[in-house]
């Protein structure tokens, strides 16, 4: 699958490219987003609290007169930066177990399996809770719990990438030339297994973005007052029946970046990897 | 079969002690003493002089964890700081809630994400495949805790078919809306692997076979290829059920069900770190016991898989 064809494939799928739109409009957002919104995301305004959307506030106010739409494009911020950070963290340091498990094998791929073992024989969301508790709640220990939840899944499917990777040709002729593990490791294995590392990546960042969501949901992740989107709902969520909105929108925010996540992984996945073909 | 149950029960062994190594480890990196960690701020003497002699802060570490492990053994996961109960009874009080729980939505999933699947395999291409795909795309993408309080704004506060939240007296209208909730993802998921796995057994040359027979086209995707397709629906079916006691921290908590999920946020709300932990070590043994029924039943529904495993 050449790069032009890739493209040309997202251009010709409406729902893909709706998606594609979808999350670069929101990269925007956190980026530059917060220099356009109107009103700052921490300003109390005790004369307009839990105003239903109106033209001068488009998603109305929360229940301290906080701008909903202003704390909805600075929150994005957070779940990007969680989501796609704690992606990289993931990925990097599974990826090095993964390679060095299924290249050593015999003891120390023994020893390395087990221990991804472990780390997924708990239920994610639980494991990233014990995490983030024992740790002061902020940005850093929500990466840091999701990264932890996640390298294990991304170490084992390199360990089995690696295992089939090492018996191709190419690796035992730049053994026969002398090349060192370090070479064969990170010039011909990882190179030959990065097209799947990236879109198991791409298919796993919605989940690390709903994961964000749920720790910040339960007052594990950024506080208060730094809007995210997981706290605006468990904030306001007392006051879901006389001003629904104020949790609505948030979690239309989460679902819409999730779901446009998911659709993009779901395309890379029958794109590149012919093996989950259906 | 028997020899293979075995084997897979002693690999089970060194998971747990890895679980139990994590949440140790996690325990040991609390702020304070690891003894008043476990055993609360209000305990008495006696307990707290049992558990130091136990844990041992002063010994080594790997002394310790063996204390650890003995405790664990005893079935002693610590005592809540607030209460001074002990977590072991309050969980197996809270586990039937959250079972009842796990188990309605775990049917309301496999019932309507095999029927979507299905239907989506049957009709590929057309509109109801896409409607389906749609679903299955927004039920694994929706925060889990925002679709409870949509379901709760919609069915039980506006059109006020449903109770918003409690338990009731075991009334089963109390249930519907936390099950569906927490059943959602999986419908979702479940409906995706049946998709696939449906296309795949309806490519299969029986399935020629008994439409060339002139069988009608519901037995034929009924009995022949729902069959078949069953061996990965019955696995996902069954590893999220192990899982669902994430999902039952998120649910518990919006619906006020009284189930180790809500327990578990109680404990977070509180920073009762003995609680936080006991439900942890609680749902990863959970999952893993389900992971061993699941890889068990798996080579029991599959003849295939078990010839291998005897070669």
Sequence with gaps: MTKIGLLHDIGSNKLVLTAVVVLTLLLATAVVGPLFVHYDPLAMDLDSLRQAPSTSHFLGTDSKGRDILSRIVHGARISLAVGITASIFSLCIGTFAGLVAGYFGGKVDIALSQVFDIFLAFPSLLLAIGISAVMPPGLASAMLAITMVSWAGFARLVRGLTLSLKEQTYVEASLAIGATTGRILFRHILPNALPLLLVAGSLRVGGFILLEAALSFLGLGVQPPTPTWGSMISLNRMYINSAPWMVIFPGLAISITVISFNILGDFLRDKLDPRFQG | ?311
Excluded: C
């Design chain 2, 1 to 311: 079969m028997l020899l293979y149950i075995a084997k897979r029960f002693l690999l089970f062994i060194p998971t747990l002690f890895g679980i139990t190594l994590i949440t140790f480890l996690l325990m040991q990196s609390l702020p304070g003493d690891p003894v008043q960690g476990m055993a609360g701020e209000r305990a008495n003497p006696e307990t707290l002089a049992r558990i130091r002699a136990e844990l041992g802060s002063d010994r080594p570490l790997p002394l310790q964890y063996l204390g650890y492990l003995k405790l664990l053994i005893q079935g002693e996961l610590g005592r809540s700081y607030y209460t001074n109960r002990r977590i072991a009874d309050d969980l197996l009080q809270k586990f039937p809630n959250t079972l009842k729980l796990a188990l309605s939505a775990i049917l309301f999933a496999s019932f309507g994400g095999i029927v979507l699947g299905i239907v989506s395999a049957v009709k590929r291409g057309t509109f109801w495949d896409k409607t389906a795909s749609v679903i299955a795309v927004g039920g694994i993408s929706v925060p889990v805790f925002w679709l409870g309080l949509t379901l709760m704004l919609i069915f039980a506060l506006y059109l006020r078919w449903l109770p918003p939240s409690g338990m009731g007296n075991g009334s089963i209208v109390y249930l519907i809306l936390p099950a569906l909730t927490l059943g959602t993802y999986s419908l979702a998921y479940i409906s995706r692997i049946t998709r696939s796995s449906m296309i795949d057994s309806l490519s299969q040359p029986f399935i020629v076979t008994a439409r060339a027979k002139g069988l009608p086209e519901l037995a034929v995707v009924a009995k022949h290829a729902l069959k078949n397709s069953l061996i990965p629906i019955v696995t996902v079916i069954g590893l999220d059920l192990g899982s669902y006691l994430n999902g039952a921290v998120l649910t518990e908590t919006i619906f006020g069900w009284d189930g180790i999920g809500r327990y578990a946020l109680d404990g977070i709300m509180k920073r009762d770190y003995p609680v936080i932990m006991g439900v942890v070590l609680f749902g990863a043994v959970v999952f893993v016991a389900m992971n061993l029924v699941v890889d068990i039943t798996y080579r029991y529904l599959d003849p295939r898989v078990r010839v291998q495993g005897t070669e």
